[in-house]
């Protein structure tokens, strides 16, 4: 069993973008993967009170979330994970978590960032985890909301 | 003579959309700024621009965002939370905001309350009310 969707979007857990998500890959909780997050009491109570109610929330840095994540993909827990960066899950699969397919769905403009699709920026070590994540055989997905018909990865990625 | 300054905060054009038809009912609006995210924009750095409103000066601040749970309340949330002073409101509507801006006092003696009170009473099914006068 692997995860269905590994979702990268900055905004994390944003209204109703998230319940759509949910809807979409038939997933009933979140697990939110930042270091800087989940060292943060104040910002898990905020993100967990913006998700839909009755939706559970883990937020975990990677080094925890690598073993409870592969645990639930195997339990055949339908969970939702959220990262802000691709650099963060390129790092869970490689610390073996199995992931289907990762869903690129917004990084905004920022320092040291080009736009890449639409809306969607990124870094050159951005993009170079998408790569690698590519690389070791998991697809990379463009999708900002769930209706949008996915758009490769490598299709848009221009050095 | 309202003590406090208005941040609304929302998604894309909403904000500056809110407070230009805020002004058309109440004309020129003081200490009232619109910080809008783009679809295209980080969060970082919509919290540098929604944080350099709110910390503007020393006044006590109400940020009425759009969205429960959205990005624009979120980030109104943890700036809020180490800027005293800082009240945020989300699921803003033209009448909250019309009230708030008209306000004569601060946001203290249940003023929060009734903003909330006038939100939650602006949103009527107009056409029961109608309909139960027998009227359509």
Not at chain 2, 65 to 91: E, F, H, K, Q, Y
Request: glycine share 8%; net charge negative; hydrophobic share 50%.
């Amino acid at each position: 069993m692997t995860l269905r969707l590994v979702r990268v979007d900055d905004r994390l857990i944003h209204g109703q973008v998230v319940a759509v998500w949910l809807r979409a890959v038939g997933a009933d909780r979140i697990v939110i993967v930042d270091d800087r997050v989940a060292a943060d009491p104040f910002l898990v109570d905020v993100l967990t009170l913006a998700a839909p109610i009755g939706v559970p929330v883990e937020v975990l840095d990677v080094a925890s979330a690598a073993p409870r994540v592969t645990a639930r993909a195997s339990a055949h827990d339908a969970c939702f994970v959220l990262v802000k960066s691709p650099v963060t899950a390129l790092a869970l699969l490689r610390a073996g978590v199995p992931i289907g397919a990762v869903n690129l769905g917004g990084i905004g403009a920022g320092p040291g960032r080009r736009p890449l699709y639409r809306t969607i920026s990124a870094s050159d070590e951005e993009r170079a985890a998408l790569r690698e994540i590519e690389a070791l055989g998991t697809p990379v997905e463009i999708r900002i909301v769930a209706d949008d018909r996915p758009v490769p990865f490598a299709s848009v990625d221009r050095t | 003579m309202r003590d406090f300054r208005i941040v609304v905060a929302a998604h894309s054009g909403l904000a500056a959309a809110l407070v230009r038809s805020a002004e058309l009912i109440c004309g020129e609006l003081r200490d009232v700024t619109a910080v809008g995210i783009a679809p295209s924009e980080s969060p970082e750095t919509f919290a540098v621009e929604l944080r350099r409103a709110i910390e503007l000066d020393a006044r006590p601040v109400l940020v009425l965002t759009d969205l429960d749970g959205g990005t624009p309340s979120i980030v109104a949330a943890t700036i809020a939370a180490d800027r005293p002073g800082t009240t945020v409101l989300a699921g803003v509507t033209l009448g909250m905001l019309v009230e708030a801006a008209t306000s004569p006092d601060g946001l203290g003696d249940g003023a929060v309350g009734r903003l909330v009170e006038t939100g939650r009473a602006g949103i009527v099914d107009v056409t029961a009310r109608l309909a139960a006068r027998g009227r359509s």
